[in-house]
C-alpha cells in the first residue's frame, strides 16, 4: 500500500489526459547526429530554430530544480537542445557539470539488457536457457525441478515466480531466493533475480561484467562509466552525456553513427516491446509508454493506463530510484536524461516522471 496515493494519481492521470502526441513513424523522419568518440564536441540545435518555446523551456528548468535535479539534457536528431546542471555532487564541495559522474539507480537495468542480448548475438548464451545452465544447480532454494523452470528471460522480465514477500528482495544468496509461484506466471520488481544477470554475462562470456560493457559500450559509443557493487547490487556510474549517448544508440536502433553496435534485430525489438502477458509496460528492464495498464515497483496488479500519459505513446524509458531517467521517443527523434536527487520517496517516482513530461511537450509544443 506504499504507493497506493501515487497510483491512483497516476491512474486519473491516465483516464483523463488527452494523449496529443503522434503516433509512432515505422520510418526514422531525420538522420541522427552522431557526436565523436574521445571528444567533448557535441553539435546543438537552439530551441528557436526547432520552433521550440523558449518561455516553457525556462519554466522546465524551474520545474527541475525545484525537485533536485542536478543533470537535464534533452537531445533532438542527436543534437543538444538543452543541456543544463544544477548543484553540488554528493560530497558538496564542487560544482555538478558534465564531468561529473552520477548513478543510474535502476535505470541501470537497460545497460544490463542490452549486454545481455549482445552476448547472446555472439553465442554466448541464450536466453531461453535456464539460469542455473549459468550459474550451477543451487543458485536458489528452489528444488530442482523449480529452479529448471527459471530461464534468463524471467530475469530480464521481473517473472521467475521467486518470492517477494518478507524477504529482502536485494539479497541474492539462495536463502533467500525461494519459491512463490511457477516461472513466468508472475510480474514482480524483484532486484535480486536481475542482480544476478550480472553473474550469467560473466559465467557465460568469461569476461568480468565491465570488462564486456568497455567492449560493448564504452569502445563503441563513447561511454564513459563505470560498475560499481554496492551492497548486493550492481550500480552504474556514469556522466550525464554518456547517458544520453546511450539513449542516442538506442534511437538508432543499435546503431551508432556508421556501425552496428548490436546486430540482433529481433532481441532489440523484443527489448523494447512487451515481454509477457502480465505487466503490458514492461520489456527486458525496459518501461514502456502507450500501453493499456502498467504493474509498477513494489505491487502486484496492473493499474489502468499508461505510464506517462502526458509522454508520447512510442516512449521507451530506463527508469531509476531518486527520478533516475534516460528516455528514448522515435517519432519525435528525442532523448531525453535527468538524474539527480529524490523528488520524493517512491521507488520510481513515476508522478514526477509525468510532470517532467507535461512541462517537456509544452516546451515542444506541436
Not at 100 to 106: F, G, H, I, Q, V
Not at 156 to 161: A, D, E, P, R, V
Not at 303 to 311: R, V
Request: glycine content about 8%; aromatic content about 12%; some cysteine.
Amino acid at each position: 500500500m506504499k504507493y497506493l496515493i501515487a497510483l491512483m494519481a497516476t491512474c486519473l492521470l491516465s483516464c483523463s489526459s488527452e494523449n496529443v502526441n503522434p503516433q509512432p513513424d515505422p520510418q526514422q523522419p531525420t538522420a541522427l547526429y552522431f557526436p565523436p568518440n574521445g571528444s567533448n564536441t557535441w553539435e546543438v540545435s537552439s530551441l528557436e530554430s526547432l520552433g521550440w518555446n523558449a518561455l516553457k523551456a525556462e519554466e522546465l528548468k524551474t520545474f527541475l530544480a525545484s525537485n533536485g535535479t542536478r543533470a537535464f539534457i534533452v537531445l533532438k536528431d542527436g543534437k543538444i537542445v538543452m543541456e543544463h546542471y544544477w548543484g553540488n555532487n554528493l560530497t558538496n564541495t564542487a560544482p555538478f557539470d558534465q564531468t561529473k559522474l552520477w548513478y543510474w539507480a535502476s535505470a541501470g537495468k537497460t545497460l544490463s539488457a542490452f549486454l545481455t542480448g549482445k552476448a547472446q548475438e555472439e553465442g554466448f548464451l541464450n536466453i531461453q536457457n535456464k539460469t542455473s545452465d549459468y550459474l550451477g544447480t543451487g543458485w536458489t532454494s528452489l528444488t530442482t525441478a523449480q529452479e529448471n523452470q527459471i530461464k534468463v528471460v524471467h530475469q530480464l522480465t521481473m517473472t521467475t515466480g521467486l518470492q517477494f514477500q518478507n524477504v529482502n528482495l536485494n539479497c541474492t544468496s539462495p536463502n533467500c531466493l525461494t519459491f512463490r509461484a511457477n516461472a513466468g506466471s508472475q510480474w514482480y520488481y524483484h532486484n535480486a533475480p536481475y542482480t544476478l544477470l550480472r553473474n550469467v554475462v560473466e559465467s557465460a562470456t568469461n569476461k568480468t561484467y565491465q570488462q564486456y560493457t568497455q567492449e560493448k559500450l564504452h569502445q563503441t559509443i563513447g561511454m564513459d562509466g563505470t560498475w560499481v557493487q554496492q551492497a548486493e547490487g550492481n550500480v552504474y556510474y556514469s556522466t550525464a552525456r554518456s547517458a544520453a549517448r546511450f539513449g542516442l544508440m538506442v534511437l538508432a536502433k543499435g546503431k551508432w553513427n556508421e556501425n552496428t553496435v548490436m546486430n540482433d534485430t529481433n532481441y532489440f525489438n523484443q527489448m523494447v516491446s512487451t515481454s509477457q502477458n502480465l505487466n503490458q509496460s514492461y520489456g527486458y528492464l525496459w518501461w514502456l509508454n502507450g500501453k493499456n495498464s502498467v504493474i509498477y515497483p513494489g505491487v502486484t496488479i496492473p493499474i489502468s493506463g499508461s505510464l506517462a500519459p502526458n509522454a508520447p505513446s512510442d516512449l521507451v524509458a530506463a527508469m531509476g530510484k531518486n527520478g533516475q531517467f534516460v528516455g528514448v521517443v522515435s517519432s519525435n527523434n528525442l532523448v531525453y536524461v535527468r538524474f539527480g536527487e529524490a523528488p520524493n520517496d517512491d521507488l520510481v517516482p513515476v508522478l514526477f516522471h509525468d510532470q517532467m513530461w507535461q512541462k517537456l511537450k509544452e516546451v515542444i509544443g506541436n
